[in-house]
Every structure is written in structure tokens, then in C-alpha cells.
């Protein structure tokens, strides 16, 4: 049972940072492309930011400049440094991931999930 763990979410400040991580028990793990998505309350999940096999990254026009998303193949690990967080940034976090080259935004492209970890920025 392959099984994706976010961490790190939390209550921050408005321009404050927090750093996102998922862990996976995934074989072959550098065969998957990667993203961070959220879901804020009444709204669609969107992707904010994704990874590629080649490490190639990608991010929503709301988060760009502010957000980075990493991969470490040797740890199984994804990571999202979140800086100058907005009160609009609240939401639950998931990560993704699917078999192939990425990256990709887009939910359809995305088989496996994880649980989700909760960012909340007060101003």
C-alpha cells in the first residue's frame, strides 16, 4: 500500500514562511512527476506548484515568485518552501503523484494523494 504523508502545515502570519513535506513509501520514485495542490473552503482544488522527473518545475500564476517545490529522489521526498504567505493562501494542502515526466497542474493528471495538512495565514 503506497501511502503519500504531508507535514509541516500550521498557523502562520501574514508574510510569514512555512515549508510543506511529503513522504512517500512509492518503488521507483524518480519515475513520478510531482505537485502540490490546495482546497480552501467552497472552492475547487487547484495545483499550485509541480515537479517533472527532470526536476523541470511549474507554478500557478498566484504563487509564483513566493512558492518552491523541490524533489529529493534519494529521500522519496517533496518539499513546498511557502514565503510571503497572504491570508489567501489558507487553505488544505495535498501533495500528488503520478507515473511519468510532468510537470503537470492539472488534477486529472494525478492518481495518488495524500491526506492533506493545513495552512492557515492570519493577518
Known amino acids: 500500500q503506497v501511502e503519500l504523508v504531508e507535514s509541516g502545515g500550521g498557523s502562520v502570519q501574514a508574510g510569514g514562511s512555512l515549508q510543506l513535506s511529503c513522504t512517500s513509501s512509492?518503488?521507483?520514485?524518480?519515475?513520478?512527476?510531482w505537485a502540490w495542490f490546495r482546497q480552501a473552503p467552497g472552492k475547487d482544488r487547484e495545483g499550485v506548484a509541480a515537479i517533472g522527473t527532470d526536476g523541470r518545475t511549474t507554478y500557478s500564476d498566484s504563487v509564483k515568485d513566493r512558492f518552491s517545490i523541490t524533489r529529493d529522489n534519494a529521500k522519496n521526498a517533496l518539499a513546498l518552501l511557502m514565503n510571503n504567505l497572504k491570508p489567501e493562501d489558507t487553505a488544505m494542502y495535498f501533495c500528488?503523484?503520478?507515473?511519468?515526466?510532468?510537470?503537470?497542474?492539472?488534477?486529472?493528471?494525478?492518481?495518488?494523494w495524500g491526506q492533506g495538512t493545513q495552512v492557515t495565514v492570519y493577518s
Open positions: 500528488a503523484a503520478e507515473l511519468g515526466a510532468g510537470p503537470s497542474l492539472s488534477r486529472d493528471d494525478f492518481g495518488w
Open positions: 512509492m518503488y521507483n520514485y524518480e519515475s513520478y512527476h
